[in-house]
């Protein structure tokens, strides 16, 4: 078949006797033969691109050897050349805010990070078989592919999950720091966590118990939980807060709130724009996350972190304990967006800008639409391929009210 458009998730739209069929492992325009590798909804199966009989441009080899039809599914893109990634990333952007936002005409530019493509991943986790050997899944699949390497993964943290068996492991969590420190964290097959240990550079042995990580960005330290949350590409948190304080112009006195605020990253880099008289509010739910923040923002009265839930209730009760309305929201929620009834809370504030972060563009533009049914437009949006080989991306929006007509 001929290839058509990429979409969001990686793949490319074909069709054939009338089915839609997503193929992965292929560029738009490609003629290739495929495999269906699902074929369970009416509408559409799914497909691996298994010869090309007619290569795009930007085909290229396959720098990692575990990457391909049927086997490691941690990358989408090996096979792409790196500015044709963020192309296509691009094209996903404005396809989604074209469709579920209702905006055809945003201008999105993927940024490169610096670093280049491989040894980016500062912080993942990799899956253990039944063996307790390690990997990671195969592409929409239960099934562990054991590997020896994983050369978009920091070389160190690679190695301090991949050459070692894991027996009764259900997954390994695993970063590596600012100075080199890696964590790794096991987790029982439900999930749990079952204790971390520390490997400092230049040594084999392990220390325990894991402490606090190490991380920089906005020109300071950070301190982090272990294995928690922090921007996974090095080159991430620096350009992220530059994006988000370029939107957010906070001002001396004015109220800010960070939502989903992890370890204060953007709370703590907007907090010295307001100054003394003003304020930043973080709002985090996890508590290691909460005691990480409250340790990044000492020294900066203005900005205090509240443990809770940002859903439509937490985010009522702490709009009614603030003595004036919020004047900045910064938003970074996990992958599913902040949905609809937070989005409409946020913009029922009337809050000057709304810098809103997203992983995923799809849930990006499900609240963008709904930022512009309760009277916000979309003003600028930045984009990051902060996940190199991969169809994932980091997007910056600013929202800000629409004027009245
Ligand atoms: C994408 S991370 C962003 C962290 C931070 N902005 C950063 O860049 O380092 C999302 C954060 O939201 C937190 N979180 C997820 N759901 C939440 C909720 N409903 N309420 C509050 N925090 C939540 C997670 O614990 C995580 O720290």
Same mark, same amino acid.
């Not at 695993?174 to 490997?199: C, E, F, H, K, Y």
């Given at each position: 078949m001929t290839v058509g458009p990429v979409a969001h998730g990686g793949h490319c739209v074909a069709r054939h006797e009338g089915r839609v069929?997503?193929?992965?492992?292929?560029?738009?325009?490609?003629?290739?033969?495929?495999?269906?590798?699902?074929?369970?909804?009416?509408?559409?199966? /799914?497909?691996?691109? =298994?010869? !090309? +009989?007619?290569?795009? #441009?930007?085909?290229? %080899?396959?720098?990692?050897?575990?990457?391909?039809?049927?086997?490691?599914?941690?990358?989408?893109?090996?096979?792409?050349t790196p500015v044709e990634q963020r192309r296509l990333k691009a094209a996903v952007v404005r396809e989604q805010l074209a469709r579920l936002a209702g905006l055809p005409d945003v201008d999105v530019e993927v940024e490169e990070l610096p670093g280049g493509a491989l040894r980016w991943r500062s912080r993942a986790r990799f899956a253990v078989d039944r063996s307790g050997a390690p990997g990671l899944?195969?592409? /929409?699949?239960?099934? =562990?592919? !054991? +590997?020896?390497?994983? #050369?978009?993964?920091? %070389?160190p943290a690679?190695?301090?999950?991949?050459?070692?068996?894991?027996?009764?492991?259900?997954?390994?969590?695993v970063s590596v720091d600012a100075n080199g420190v890696v964590t790794t964290t096991r987790l029982d097959r439900r999930g749990r966590p079952q204790g971390s240990?520390?490997?400092?550079?230049?040594?084999?042995?392990p220390d325990e118990p894991a402490g606090r990580a190490e991380r920089r960005a906005g020109g300071r330290d950070w301190e982090v939980e272990g294995t928690g949350f922090w921007q996974v590409h090095p080159a991430a948190a620096d350009a992220l807060v530059a994006a988000v304080t370029g939107f957010a112009r906070a001002e001396p006195g004015e109220t800010v709130l960070d939502l989903?605020?992890?370890?204060?990253l953007f709370g703590g880099a907007v907090a010295p724009a307001v100054g003394a008289e003003?304020?930043?509010?973080?709002?985090?739910?996890d508590e290691a996350a909460c005691a990480a923040a409250d340790a990044n923002l000492t020294g900066l009265p203005q900005a205090e972190v509240w443990q809770g839930e940002v859903?439509?209730?937490?985010?009522?009760?702490?709009?009614?304990?603030?003595?004036?309305?919020?004047?900045?929201?910064?938003?970074?929620?996990?992958?599913?967006?902040?949905?609809?009834?937070?989005?409409?809370?946020?913009?029922?504030?009337?809050?000057?800008a709304v810098v809103y972060v997203a992983?995923?563009?799809?849930?990006?533009?499900?609240?963008?639409a709904t930022f512009r049914q309760a009277g916000y437009r979309l003003v600028a949006l930045r984009a990051f391929d902060a996940f190199p080989m991969t169809a994932h991306v980091e997007c910056v929006a600013l929202l800000e009210p629409r004027p009245a007509d």
């Amino acid at each position: 078949m001929t290839v058509g458009p990429v979409a969001h998730g990686g793949h490319c739209v074909a069709r054939h006797e009338g089915r839609v069929v997503f193929v992965r492992h292929t560029l738009p325009g490609e003629r290739v033969v495929v495999r269906v590798t699902e074929d369970r909804h009416p509408g559409f199966c /799914r497909a691996d691109a =298994v010869q !090309v +009989l007619e290569a795009s #441009p930007h085909r290229v %080899e396959r720098p990692c050897p575990y990457s391909g039809p049927g086997k490691c599914g941690g990358c989408d893109w090996q096979h792409v050349t790196p500015v044709e990634q963020r192309r296509l990333k691009a094209a996903v952007v404005r396809e989604q805010l074209a469709r579920l936002a209702g905006l055809p005409d945003v201008d999105v530019e993927v940024e490169e990070l610096p670093g280049g493509a491989l040894r980016w991943r500062s912080r993942a986790r990799f899956a253990v078989d039944r063996s307790g050997a390690p990997g990671l899944r195969r592409h /929409r699949s239960h099934d =562990v592919v !054991v +590997l020896d390497d994983c #050369p978009i993964t920091a %070389e160190p943290a690679a190695r301090a999950v991949l050459s070692t068996a894991w027996p009764e492991a259900g997954a390994v969590d695993v970063s590596v720091d600012a100075n080199g420190v890696v964590t790794t964290t096991r987790l029982d097959r439900r999930g749990r966590p079952q204790g971390s240990s520390v490997l400092r550079p230049g040594s084999d042995v392990p220390d325990e118990p894991a402490g606090r990580a190490e991380r920089r960005a906005g020109g300071r330290d950070w301190e982090v939980e272990g294995t928690g949350f922090w921007q996974v590409h090095p080159a991430a948190a620096d350009a992220l807060v530059a994006a988000v304080t370029g939107f957010a112009r906070a001002e001396p006195g004015e109220t800010v709130l960070d939502l989903y605020a992890g370890a204060g990253l953007f709370g703590g880099a907007v907090a010295p724009a307001v100054g003394a008289e003003g304020r930043v509010v973080c709002v985090e739910a996890d508590e290691a996350a909460c005691a990480a923040a409250d340790a990044n923002l000492t020294g900066l009265p203005q900005a205090e972190v509240w443990q809770g839930e940002v859903d439509d209730e937490g985010l009522a009760d702490l709009l009614a304990e603030l003595d004036r309305g919020p004047d900045v929201i910064v938003l970074d929620p996990p992958r599913a967006g902040a949905g609809a009834a937070v989005s409409r809370r946020i913009a029922a504030t009337g809050a000057r800008a709304v810098v809103y972060v997203a992983c995923d563009p799809a849930a990006l533009a499900r609240d963008v639409a709904t930022f512009r049914q309760a009277g916000y437009r979309l003003v600028a949006l930045r984009a990051f391929d902060a996940f190199p080989m991969t169809a994932h991306v980091e997007c910056v929006a600013l929202l800000e009210p629409r004027p009245a007509d």
